[in-house]
Structure formats: C-alpha cells, structure tokens
C-alpha cells in the first residue's frame, strides 16, 4: 500500500512540474527569455460587417501596432527582421458580436445591429527560426467584454449608447487596443531556459 502511494504521490508531482505543450517534435521546445521577434506575417479576418463599427483595414492596423506595441514595451520585439531571433507568423479572427434585437422589448431602446455586445477572437501563431517551424499555439477567446475599472467606464458608455439609441461604434477601439495581450502572454509563457 506504501509503494501504490508513494507512486501515486510522484506522479501526481510529476504532472503538476510539467511545462505547456509547446512541441511540433517528440521533443520540448524553449526559448531563452530575452529572445527577440519580428512580425514576419500578420492577416486578420473581421467577422460581422457593420458600416457603424471601423472598417477592416483599421482592425487589421490597430491589432497589428498593438502587439508591435506590446512586443517593444517586454523588450521582445526586434529592431528588424534579420536582427530578429524568432519570426512570428499571426493569422486571427475578430469575430464583432452585434446586437440585433429583431422587434421585441429591446427594440425600443436599441436599433437593430447598432451595439456591440461581444468580440470573439481567436488566433494561431507560428514561431520560425532560420525558415523552419519551431513551435505554434493556438487561442479562441469567446465572449470577451470590457472588464477592469477602464472596462466598466466603456460598458458605461455602451449602455447610454443602449439608452440613448446612438450605439457603442466608440467601444471597438478598446477591443482592438487590449486584445493582442493575450498573444504576448502566450510568447512569455513558452518555457525558457
């Protein structure tokens, strides 16, 4: 009986030491905490069209220069592409979850396909080095709404937007000024050495 829970013990020890799964190979993956990327691709898909909310190409911009942003801040973004150690393939999906009320009680505060009630986004990165894959991960994010105490002044705002029947089109910018942190924290949490 001592020996079933001494090996239970280990292994219960054992899964909890365990690092992320970040592997294309049999083998782990690290990368060395001060490692450097660059951009090399970045293609965002926008889901839910609404001449209310910001075109595409400002989505895909501001996403973009946000992670940039977020990169050069931790110190982990290169100067430029052949300075860099890891290049970074980025493919997501903005996904805007808009309000479409369809007549009912909502109808009379809120005009069909004017709020924003949601943003789903989700996204694939491909860490290169010397032109080969070295590891990829994957994230969808679903639902997500403002939080924190700057969150809850744009929920705010929403709601009088709700209230006064003019939209939340001003919340967008928030969405697309946060969301890459979740891509940066996903590059910080890969095992290092």
């Not at 450097?36 to 293609?43: E, G, L, V």
């Not at 069209?49 to 992670?67: A, G, H, I, W, Y």
Request: hydrophobic share 40%; proline share 4%.
């Amino acid at each position: 009986m001592r020996v079933f829970a001494l090996l239970l013990a280990a292994c219960l020890m054992a899964g909890c030491a365990s690092k992320p799964d970040y592997y294309i190979s049999p083998a782990p993956v690290t990368i060395p905490k001060t490692a450097t990327y660059w951009i090399d691709t970045f293609n965002v898909e926008v889901v839910g069209k609404n001449e209310r909310f910001l075109p595409d190409d400002t989505v895909r911009e501001q996403l973009n220069s946000d992670l940039v942003g977020r990169l050069l801040d931790a110190g982990r973004y290169a100067s430029s592409k052949e300075t860099a150690d890891y290049l970074l393939d980025v493919e997501t999906v903005y996904a805007r979850r808009i309000q479409d009320t369809q007549g009912g009680f909502m109808s009379h505060l809120v005009a069909d396909n004017t709020l924003l009630a949601s943003v789903d986004f989700s996204y694939r990165v491909q860490v290169k080095k010397a032109g080969a894959e070295v590891l990829h991960f994957a994230q969808a994010r679903q639902g997500l709404m403002p939080g924190g105490a700057i969150g809850q002044l744009q929920n705010m705002k929403s709601m009088m937007g709700a209230l006064t029947n003019k939209g939340n089109s001003d919340v967008e910018g928030y969405y697309t000024g946060l969301l890459s942190r979740f891509i940066v924290d996903d590059l910080q949490a890969i095992p290092s050495r």
